[in-house]
């Protein structure tokens, strides 16, 4: 139970801290934080999937941009009250998990993963082509602006990225994340248990679509445009990288991989032609050698002392 | 008429989506691992023959055979450097041949830039076969297709390197105790795979622009035409092939220009709907 631990102190240390950001730091940071969060939040989406659910979204970028064009289409083009649009986006990216998931998850394999990803494909190439109503490789802009100051944007981040990280949490760590992890270990036993698998894996779909979806339309609303960008396969394989760096299945990881990266391409502007290649690098890079990420070498740290005999492999119980 | 043009159409497309497909079902049969790096070999195989013929100026059919055999050795390499150590980790194998693509893609953007290729066709004009308009270039590419899927087939039966590859497909463990080298037949099948995929981009290249993402399409068709012909079964993937080149080049024609895309997705999402395990498949082996 040390791990519980060291969650809810993290969680507390990191709420401290993202509240005295705005006294403390030049604006500009905000940018750079709220940039993070919405990274951040869409990472967790992927790692609740990939790292307890066992199942692999290669096209989680369809979620994050049915939430952007969700607010898109109805804050922009119709004028719907942003708050209001950001609850239908929600229903928006949930029906399409729905859709999606059904099909996929009663199947053993790589079939979500295949399907998700021709599903992002296809909205990309049909949000560039389809002009008249998606307005093309421009996006759909004049969506409203919900605040006036880079404050208010900044304190709703940290609200969406606290509440998908609770939201993970408490999934993870409730009777849910045990059954999550038994599906992942091993399935068989799991479904000779009593275990409904295709209901639990669709529940762990569904949250990760909504908050994907979730981050998707806070960017809308911050930037307060959608382009085919947040649909597609950058999106993901970003998200992918930073979970990968992280630590996947931590949660800790995918926020922790999202600041360490944003803070870096904003320090070292010069990168951003070479992000792609350096992440899709950095990803193979890890998933062959640093296969725990950042969270994982933390926490060596942190429970080394702890490490005594009875924690050592085979030994303790002799 | 219309329609046997359509037809003819169709089974000429037809014969090379077989031919890609052959490789990721034999990958898929043998190795057990979901392979999503299997179109960064087409693409390969396109800018090879893009670097042969009009940078160094080869002929076509020098610069075709350097650009598989090229494919096949990095497929080796890809095998034994990267596979190899997380081979038994389904996830991982994934993520790492997603990331492996994509950095592929990235590189090839950074050596040979983002604008898109074409290729000369080596075979200009067309036939007129009683009011039937064939392309002689598509003509030669099926045909090749079809001499490649012929041999792969052969090779299968006759050989014992074939005997041996379906017995590791059947039955890992079996070929393991009767002493077939597992680990070397799952090499070679990951680098013919690949070899298949490049002569496809070879094949089609010169119809098809090039460019760095071109891979990805191809990947999802030959995923798609595996799941519809069942999961390593041979004959089916062969026949879901023409299926499928078929119902997107009638559908395209007498439904909707841009409904060839989406056609395919209805396909394979009502497969996996009906009959996930496809029209001939119940795992039975290569």
Known sequence: ?318 | MAFIQLVISGVLQGGLYALIALGLTLTLGVMRITDLSYGVYYTLGAYFSFFFIIKLGFNFVLAGILSVVLAFLIGLLVERLLLRRIISDELSVMILTFAFAYALEEIIVFVWGSPFRTLPPYAIGTLNIGGILLEKQRLVSFAVAVVLIVLVLLFLKKTRFGKALRMVSQQQHGAYLVGIDVQLIQRLTFAVGSFLAASAAVLLSPIYLVYPAMGWSPLLKAFGIVILGGMGSVKGTIIAAFALALIEVLSSYYINQSLSQVSFFVVLILVILIRPSGLFGNREGV
């Open chain 1, 1 to 318: 139970m040390k791990e519980k631990k060291l969650n809810l102190i993290f969680i507390l240390f990191w709420l401290i801290a993202l509240l005295l950001v705005p006294p403390l730091f030049p604006r500009y940071l905000l940018h750079v934080f709220i940039i993070a969060h919405i990274y951040a939040a869409f990472a967790l989406s992927w790692d609740l999937l990939a790292g307890y659910v066992g199942e692999l979204s290669l096209g989680h970028s369809l979620f994050f941009g049915l939430g952007a064009y969700s607010i898109g289409y109805l804050s922009g083009k119709f004028g719907v009250d942003p708050w209001l649009s950001i609850g239908i986006s929600c229903i928006v990216t949930v029906v399409w998990g729905l859709l999606i998931g059904l099909p996929c998850l009663r199947l053993r394999g790589p079939y979500l993963a295949i399907v998700t990803l021709a599903f992002q494909m296809l909205f990309f190439l049909l949000a560039n082509s389809l002009y008249n109503l998606t307005g093309g490789e421009e996006g759909i802009r004049n969506i409203e602006r919900v605040f006036n100051s880079t404050e208010s944007y900044y304190y709703l981040s940290v609200f969406l990225v606290i509440i998908a990280f609770i939201i993970c949490y408490l999934l993870v760590s409730s009777k849910y994340g045990l059954i999550f992890r038994t599906i992942r270990e091993n399935p068989e036993a799991a479904e000779a248990a009593g275990v409904n698998i295709v209901n639990y894996k669709m529940l762990g779909y569904m949250v990760s679509a909504l908050i994907a979806g979730l981050a998707g339309s806070y960017q809308a609303l911050y930037l307060k445009i959608a382009t085919p960008d947040t649909l597609s396969m950058a999106l993901t394989f970003s998200a992918i990288t930073i979970v990968a760096i992280g630590g996947k299945g931590t949660l800790v990881g995918a926020v922790l991989g999202s600041y360490v990266t944003t803070f870096i391409f904003d320090r070292f502007a010069f990168l951003k032609d070479y992000k792609m290649l350096m992440y899709s690098i950095v990803l193979v890079l890890c998933v062959l050698f640093f296969r725990n990420g950042l969270a994982g070498a933390v926490k060596r740290v942190l429970l080394w002392r702890k490490m005594g005999v009875d924690n050592m492999p085979g030994g303790g119980k002799a």
